[in-house]
């Protein structure tokens, strides 16, 4: 498993994008033909005085297919789900990760796990599944590989985060406390469920942490203001990136300034609530909180979310 988090560009829309469509790179990034449901499957669009809400629905895959894309058999290969929401004020992201065994109605195929979605009808149906969950439109789309969550964090020159669990897998020890990681040690780190009880929520939980490091340092003024350094940064990963070409260049120009006063204390990152575990017939399964997700949904409606806090995770 790969951490999909870490496609910053396509959570850093307003200002990764820009630099992609600059950058002789952009040939590199494999485009999601089509992307989303027909229009009246979706959500209405919403809106506050202030603007909308942007969400940024993140896939993972842990390995590119045979025939060199990263959309072919994905509902195979991909089980790394989050969505970044940037609220309309633009004051604060929240990074909400979907367990990938969650079971949810996927339209027109009734109850099943989340990640089924991309199997049985590929992004699209992904994108209507997530929107029923947040009961909001998904704006962006991005799927890396591992391979480029590697070179983006040795193009960082690591990842420093902070680990809540010690633990150690796949040859690496990771004491708790402030660690940073780079190039197979961070993929090791990400990867990493067997060591914990809970299995998938530490993972998600790790992958977070991670995600925040990586954002952390890719916002700092000396990259926002340095558009050759960004944009080496985003070469390393755009020959591993598949994304919606769903944002203009004005829209662009106009989010990243905005983006930019940004730090660590306000991207807040949580699991989608859950019940815990179970079985469906022969499958584990992972049970939703419906009530405690109707609190995000409400929240995901604000103009703000300054204030937020979400439920303390299980």
């Given at each position: 498993m790969s951490i999909v988090g870490v496609i910053v560009l396509a959570l850093l829309a307003g200002i990764g994008w820009y630099?992609?469509?600059?950058?002789?790179?952009?040939?590199?990034?494999?485009?999601?033909e089509t992307a989303f449901p027909e229009e009246s499957l979706r959500p209405t669009q919403q809106a506050t005085e202030s603007g909308s809400p942007i969400n940024v629905l993140l896939l993972g895959s842990d390995a590119r297919a045979s025939d060199g894309s990263l959309l072919t058999s994905l509902g195979d290969r991909a089980d790394t789900i989050m969505v970044a929401h940037i609220p309309p004020d633009r004051e604060t992201v929240q990074i909400m990760s979907i367990m990938r065994d969650s079971w949810v109605d996927i339209p027109g195929h009734g109850t099943q796990k989340v990640?089924?979605?991309?199997?049985?009808?590929?992004?699209?149906?992904?994108?209507?599944?997530?929107?029923?969950?947040?009961?909001?439109?998904i704006d962006h789309i991005a799927v890396i590989d591992f391979e480029g969550f590697k070179g983006l964090t040795e193009a960082l020159g690591g990842v420093t985060l902070q680990n809540d669990i010690a633990f150690s897998d796949r040859g690496y020890d990771f004491p708790a406390g402030e660690i940073t990681v780079s190039g197979d040690e961070a993929l090791a780190y990400v990867r990493a469920r067997y060591p914990f009880a809970d299995g998938d929520y530490q993972r998600s939980h790790n992958q977070r942490a991670l995600l925040r490091g990586a954002i952390e340092q890719m916002m700092t003024r000396e990259n926002l203001t340095n558009p050759e350094r960004m944009a080496n940064l985003l070469a390393t990963v755009t020959p591993h990136l598949a994304t919606s070409d769903t944002f203009s260049l004005p829209d662009a120009l106009g989010l990243g300034p905005q983006l930019a006063q940004l730090d660590s204390t306000r991207i807040q990152s949580f699991t989608m609530p859950t019940l815990g575990t179970g079985m469906e017939g022969d499958q584990s399964v992972v049970y939703v909180n419906w009530e405690g997700l109707e609190e995000i949904r409400e929240a995901f409606d604000q103009d703000s979310m300054s204030t937020f806090e979400p439920a303390a995770e299980r």
């Open positions: 630099f992609l469509r600059i950058n002789p790179s952009v040939q590199q990034v494999e485009t999601i990640n089924a979605a991309l199997a049985l009808g590929g992004v699209p149906l992904m994108v209507q599944t997530v929107e029923g969950i947040i009961d909001q439109r």
